[in-house]
């Protein structure tokens, strides 16, 4: 992509903003909380392994501000308190609220009053230090435990971060940014994703990365793989070649990859598993929590996934059953619905979950025998 595009910003009224993250069974299988208010749609910052870019072709260009934003999730937030199902929000699932038009637009820093308002937890997820303009508001909202700021890495090698993330910040200016975050007592969490093979996968880059975070005071660390689809692909294919890799990522990815639960090519089990593990054992060493985003490898984790302390509902998923089985030699049905009824599971989850059960979509079975199976993509690795 040509850095020098002009970014034309379309002004939009939107019907409704807090939305599921999405309805696959990946997410139903992985994820405890469930909401997103993707404020602006498009990102200036064009990083080539965004899977949002999916959504339109100059997705990276033309931005559509949702300038009533605030007014909806007041009203959004308000149906929320009263049907109790107050779950974090992620301000950044396909797009980064804090994105250079922001600079002007200010429709993150309005949605944030809104969420202070109602008392109401958001969680942020960005690449970018503007985010330390909305510190006050971040203060008041944390003081009530109600955010949480997650800061996105793929290197500390400004060739890699030129070459994938097109106009992002410089890794440095974000980790100036948690500093002063931490400083002022936010919670934040360091996102090394994605990981994408034969370019940020070595160890010893991926330490220093880790060290970094750390020093500045991340306080949780998620790890992820590339998902691989083919504008993904399309997109990734001139910095791949450049860096010199094309031919081995194919070959991982194609000939020896994997399908996960949403239909998203990803490198073989072993090879996420090596990696992941390495980062988690350096995370705990450092001081930091650890959880992998929609990976499995559960054994690994020390904290919620997310990283997220926020008040406000969480839903189970598959890892708190594994657990829950993990010291038992038969588990019933019925024993899964107590135990989601106790995690707080509503009669419509409960029904939706035992669907997935019934028809293996959550990777979890119970046999004849009444023990509970896991899919291979969920078993532990044998090293």
Known sequence: ?????????VATQSRKIIHPIDRSWEVFRYCPHRLVANLYLGCEFACTY??????????????????????????????????RNLQPVDLGSATDPYQPIEKNLEITRKTLKIFLKHKAPVFIVTKSDLVLRDL???????????????????????????????????????????????????RVIGRIQPVIPYVNDDMEELEELLEALATVGTSHIIYGTLKLSETVLDNMVYALD???????????????????????????????????????????????????????????????CSGLDLKGRYLPTIEHIIKYATNREIIRKKDIVNLLKRLGADKRYIKKFLKGLEEGMLGITINHDQRLHTSEILKPVKE
């Open 1 to 9: 992509m040509n850095n020098q595009e002009k970014t034309i910003v």
């Open 50 to 83: 965004c899977f949002a870019r999916a959504i339109y072709p100059e997705y990276h260009r033309i931005i559509m501000a949702r300038i009533n934003a605030p007014e909806r999730i007041d009203k959004e937030l308000a149906r929320l308190k009263r049907a």
């Open 136 to 186: 006050d508001l971040l203060k008041e909202l944390r003081e009530k435990k109600l955010v949480c700021v997650h800061v996105s890495f793929i290197s500390l090698n400004r060739r890699i971060t030129a070459l994938f993330e097109g106009k992002t910040p410089p890794p440095e200016k974000r980790l100036e940014a948690i500093e002063e975050l931490v400083e002022n007592g936010i």
């Open 242 to 304: 450049r860096i010199g890799c094309l031919d081995e990522f194919l070959k991982l990815y194609i000939l020896s990859g994997e399908l996960d639960a949403a239909g998203y090519l990803i490198p073989p089990r072993e090879y996420r598993y090596k990696l992941a593990k390495y980062c988690a054992e350096k995370a705990r060493r450092l001081g930091m929590t650890f959880g992998t985003c929609k990976e499995g490898f559960f054994e690994l984790h020390t904290y919620r």
